[in-house]
């Protein structure tokens, strides 16, 4: 590498293909890769404007995004080489005490750093293999278990969890870079799962309690609230996954409600936990009173269901009905209709329930 040349300021100025290595005078290369993306990118430009949309011309742009990513791959392997240092001027005497060449600090912290874009490797070339292993898995093995579960599901909403993934990536970053720091402070480096951190004698850790509360009832069950989380989980995707079969799109406003119901109450378990007042109470009892209502709701909404089927098939066989049509802008509209008006007239008798219990107001003995 051509010395006196800043790190960061080369890996910044990759971005833009070639610029990074015409910093650090590799003439040769800074041509390669600009032109090579620089080149299909004006080209894909041109067949845009001539009005050209085959699929040729995506490939331009696939051949480009290939070129850019070698050139940062290249990148990041020229800066996370060490820089050679020079022997001593004097030859070697026996039993005579010479520097070590090592990489000075911030050089070290950096190569740490770009290594960790992917999760883990910044740990391994620390040698710390459990502690990389476990980054890698957490943030691969959740992007792939996200992904799974969308495509089984067919729900798209699921793809909102993916960002949890830059919590994970920040953290085993700034993570890889602590344990640098560590090992340029010549502290003794342990090589154990970035799990073991968050156990602190025996007792559940606060910091990965919130950071898993992300998910409703993923907090509860790991802070020993097995009723309560799952509960909570099952609430939350059953709502998704019963709003999204019946295409009752106005009803959506309930899953951010019960998301953040979710996350208020887990950080509250995490307080009493603290203060060793946690009781695993189930959510569902509060609504014991309400049980014949929602059997109620759960019969239309199974009857809305099968209604909703029946009309589907129907359309098949009698298109000129516009079947569908009446599903989605009348039957819908309905419900929506008759459960504000079953909930205010509801209210509305609670409220003269009450105020024909409430007791007399007391007589003054001289009225």
Known sequence: MTPNRNLIAAFLLSFIP?????????????LVYGGGFFGPLLLFFMVMINGYHGEEALLLLVFAAFIWFINMIDMVITLIKPDPVPYPPDPFQPHAAYPYPAERAAQEKLRTALLSVVPGLGHYRLGLMQRGLTAMIAFFGSAVLIIFVTVI?????????????????????????????????????????????????????????????????????????????????????????????????????????????????????ISRYEN???????????????????????????????????????????????????LTDYVQTAIVTFILIGSGIYLMRVQKNKARSAPAPFDHPDQ
Do not use: C
Request: hydrophobic content about 55%; aromatic content about 20%.
């Open 18 to 30: 070639g610029l990074g290595h015409l910093y650090l005078h590799r003439f040769f290369r800074a």
């Open 153 to 269: 599901s067919r729900n798209e909403a699921f793809l909102t969890f993916l960002l949890v993934l830059p919590i994970i990536w920040f953290y085993t970053m700034f993570d890889a870079i602590k344990q640098a720091e560590r090992k340029l402070a010549g502290l003794e480096l342990y090589d154990h799962s970035l799990f073991e951190d968050f156990q602190s004698g025996g007792r559940k850790n606060k910091t990965l309690a919130t950071i898993i509360a992300v998910f409703p009832g993923a907090a509860h069950l790991y802070l020993a609230l097995p009723k309560r989380g799952l509960q909570l989980m099952a609430l939350f995707l059953f709502s998704i996954y019963v709003l999204d079969l019946l295409r009752l799109s106005v009803f959506f406003f309930l899953i951010p409600i019960i998301w953040f119901f979710s996350l208020f109450d887990a950080l509250q378990s």
């Open 276 to 326: 060793g007042t946690l009781v695993d109470k189930p959510i569902l009892d509060a609504w014991m009173p309400y049980y014949k209502g929602i059997g109620f709701m759960m019969i239309l909404l199974g009857g809305y269901y099968l209604f909703r089927t029946g009309m589907r098939e129907l359309s098949y066989f009698y298109p000129d009905w516009k079947l569908a049509f009446w």
